[in-house]
């Protein structure tokens, strides 16, 4: 009778997971909870791997490819297709035809892309879980391409920057695993790059990698596989420490092989650990390092990109002001403010405890007494609930880095004690500063004037941007002075800049009534007709302009294929997003930036992959870029004609953006290049 049953239910989730599948939708949440109990079959897997893909119906990218195998490194690509096959249980016919499909989709890929296939690269593991699901070579190329770009990061070689990231994750949960490695000079490069390259399969047996990804690919999230990673070590930890003694090489190749001794019964408690530790870690480790994954619409600053010189996971000011007003879960923090004692009284964070860095060289038994105090008063707001109560130590110096010397003293301190959750305030006081400025600016219900105290009594004084303290009498006015103090400072600091900005975002009427020169930057006219380009805020709609999106019926416009035109070698920049109608309805598009155009696609939701070309707009006809100060990802681009009248406005689209900054950023960049085009002709 029980096995009767059991064909029963088996026979139901099959049909319910088929029919989930068979729809063409995305609804990841009804095959989560299909999958939960149950094992996949290999046609299903296909099918739930190309939705969460997001390839599912899509065309075959090697098709004008004409088939050539003549790269240089070409004997390299034939013998490490081959050593795939060899591992995988097939039939002489099928394992021809498998390196034949491994060899073509490797080839096509750096043929597309113009790179090289270097010995060290893990794409052959990356694909020995797809040809498990026995894929047409279209689909297999599809499936790899997608998890190349969605799942592998950038710059994942030797000494790259994903690896100085994990570092910083492993230091800030596993002090003491971290430094016993960094003691042994074993880089995480030496010893996961194969875990990060090949998503675990280079050493997992197929049951158990496929039983990952599934799970991997349903959650969605790139940066899990670093905390996936951080499990890994976190479980083998006793064995890691126990090799005081060890060599070096050997204990590299005990690490490597760490992910070989997964189950596939594991995998589920592999997951749970990994989202309890993405829980106890700041946002920031993921929003500053989001360019890692995916297509990236602006280069990196220089500054941002070296990790390896951090000393200590950075966290943005915003995350550190926004934890601790958030309820007890999640990440909060106790902030540590490590600069003088003369700075600190001008002002600082209301909820900071003042540790004095200087006093680790000038007075070794006062600062124990002080670090003793830290710890104790951490413990009781902790107990009590308080607003400035945090599991977390976050360190915060004053953003210069010839004062901050002793704070990194003193973050060395409590490193070497092996203290975990310890961060710190990327920027320091400075960034605070800017941050606070910058929330006057926009005029939030003036909240900022509580999060910045004075301890001086009746003279403060506060250090200005570039150093220099600035004096205040007692004048009873008390926090929201002395921040107007700040605000004015920083302004003064950078009057000339926010000269040059005010007129490149906030020239929403009167144009400017010069040439600007090509350092500039802003804009160029059109010849003999003043500038009217920018990009700047608004405070409201202006309704009674036209709304393109509004003039066309849809019946009537062109359907095409999304990742055909994704993929069209025009095309520079593409950006998700969501077209907003003034009635306040949003429709998931698709926007494509050309050398002299941009594209809106706009999805069609019957028709999965495909959209109606909503609008086809020319560069520079674009007038205005304006976002919501209140909603800075509410982008609104206005398309018009310069005359001698001045402008006429003839369409205004606006549009949802993730990541608005970098995207109007691109946008503007190629709107640049096609005026100067204009001016030069």
Request: charged fraction near 25%; charge should be negative; glycine fraction near 6%.
């Amino acid at each position: 009778m029980a096995e009767a049953v059991e064909e029963a239910l088996q026979g139901s989730w099959d049909q319910d997971l088929a029919e989930a599948l068979d729809s063409g939708g995305s609804d990841m949440e009804m095959e989560r909870s299909i999958i939960q109990d149950q094992e996949t079959s290999a046609q299903h897997r296909a099918k739930m791997w190309k939705i969460a893909l997001n390839v599912s119906g899509k065309g075959d990218s090697l098709f004008p490819w004409d088939g050539v195998l003549d790269l240089p490194e070409q004997t390299l690509i034939h013998n490490r297709s081959q050593q795939l096959i060899d591992q995988l249980e097939a039939s002489e016919e099928e394992r021809t035809e498998m390196v034949s499909d491994v060899e073509s989709v490797i080839t096509f890929y750096c043929k597309s892309r113009n790179i090289s296939f270097m010995p060290e690269l893990s794409w052959p593991h990356l694909l020995k879980p797809l040809l498990g699901l026995r894929l047409p070579r279209s689909d297999l190329y599809n499936c790899f391409y997608a998890v190349m770009n969605k799942y592998i990061p950038r710059e994942c070689a030797a000494n790259g920057r994903p690896f100085h990231l994990y570092r910083l994750l492993l230091q800030y949960h596993e002090p003491e695993l971290c430094s016993f490695l960094d003691t042994k000079k074993i880089t995480p490069d030496s010893y996961a790059i194969n875990w990060l390259g090949s998503l675990f399969s280079s050493h997992c047996p197929p049951d158990v990698t496929q039983t990952l990804w599934d799970s991997y690919l349903q959650q969605a999230d790139p940066f899990l596989i670093f905390f996936l990673m951080l499990i890994i070590l976190v479980n083998a930890k006793e064995t890691i420490l126990a090799q005081e003694g060890g060599n070096k090489e050997d204990i590299i190749k005990m690490l490597e092989a760490s992910p070989s001794l997964l189950e596939a019964e594991d995998i589920e408690d592999l997951f749970s650990l990994a989202q309890y530790y993405q829980s106890k870690t700041p946002l920031s480790l993921r929003k500053m390092h989001q360019n890692l994954f995916g297509s990236s619409l602006v280069a990196l600053k220089e500054e941002d990109t070296d990790l390896s010189q951090a000393l200590c996971l950075p966290v943005s000011v915003p995350e550190i002001l926004q934890a601790n007003q958030q309820q007890q879960d999640g990440v909060r923090f106790f902030v540590v403010d490590c600069r003088p004692a003369e700075q600190y009284n001008a002002g600082h964070l209301s909820t900071a405890f003042h540790l004095d860095s200087d006093l680790m060289l000038q007075n070794p038994s006062e600062f124990a007494l002080s670090v003793k105090s830290l710890l104790e008063t951490q413990k009781q707001s902790l107990e009590s609930g308080s607003i400035a109560s945090g599991e977390h130590l976050c360190f915060m110096g004053s953003g210069r880095e010839e004062e901050d010397m002793y704070m990194n003293m003193v973050l060395a301190h409590f490193l070497q004690k092996n203290k975990e959750y310890v961060s710190i305030a990327k920027g320091g006081f400075m960034a605070l500063q800017q941050h606070l400025v910058d929330m006057n600016i926009e005029g939030l219900d003036s909240s900022y004037v509580h999060w910045i105290v004075s301890t001086s009594g009746s003279h403060s004084s506060l250090s200005s941007a570039d150093g220099e303290s600035l004096g205040s009498s007692g004048d009873g006015k008390g926090v929201k002075s002395l921040v107007n103090k700040m605000t004015f400072a920083l302004k003064s600091k950078s009057v000339n800049v926010k000269e040059k900005m005010i007129s490149f975002i906030e020239n929403t009427s009167t144009p400017v009534d010069r040439h600007v020169s090509s350092s500039d930057r802003v804009g160029k006219p059109y010849r003999g007709v003043k500038p009217v380009f920018s990009i700047g805020d608004e405070e409201e709609y202006d309704t009674d302009e036209i709304d393109s999106s509004s003039m066309s019926d849809d019946d009537r416009k062109e359907i095409v294929n999304i990742q055909t035109w994704i993929n069209k070698p025009d095309v520079k920049h593409h950006i998700p997003c969501n077209e907003v109608k003034e009635t306040g309805h949003m429709f998931p598009s698709h926007l494509l930036i050309t050398a002299t155009h941009m594209y809106c696609l706009r999805e069609i939701a019957s028709r999965k992959g495909f959209a109606y070309i909503q609008s086809r707009q020319a560069l520079n006809s674009v007038v205005k870029i304006t976002s919501k100060k209140k909603h800075p990802e509410l982008i609104t681009f206005k398309f018009g004609t310069n005359n001698s009248a001045g402008v006429e406005i003839s369409a205004v689209e606006r549009y949802l953006i993730p990541n608005a900054g970098d995207a109007t950023k691109v946008i503007k960049q190629q709107i640049m290049r096609v005026l100067d085009a204009l001016e030069s002709s």
